[in-house]
């Protein structure tokens, strides 16, 4: 696809490309970075109890999170491997860099624990009930 900013690249959009090239991104942080891929199992399962007991509000919520919190740890991992290809080194500067976005990443994941435990806690005795939704 040709950057309009840059004038590179071949000309034509190709929304297709596009979604494959999302795709591609996800399947290689999920099969590399095992952060990734916790997150998501976590999630799925959270997110399957929601769509059982039909708990709509619930499960856009769950899905909000997780989205968010694999936002944030794609960033800090492309950031993270940016940074060591410019500076393979140890370098202060870089050193910061890396900090800030796990900090980013971790902010993240605590808003992505607090909601998952909240919701895990409320699905929890009704799916140990066998009842459906509450």
Known sequence: MRNKFLGTGTPGWHPLRKVATVFSGLRYAVFYDAAVAYKLVL???VLAAAFALRAWVDALLILLVTVLVLIAELANTAIEALCDFVETRHDER????KDIAAAAAGLAIFAWFVVLAVEAARFWPVLARGAGPA
């Open 43 to 45: 999630s799925a399962g």
């Open 94 to 97: 870089i050193k910061v860099i």
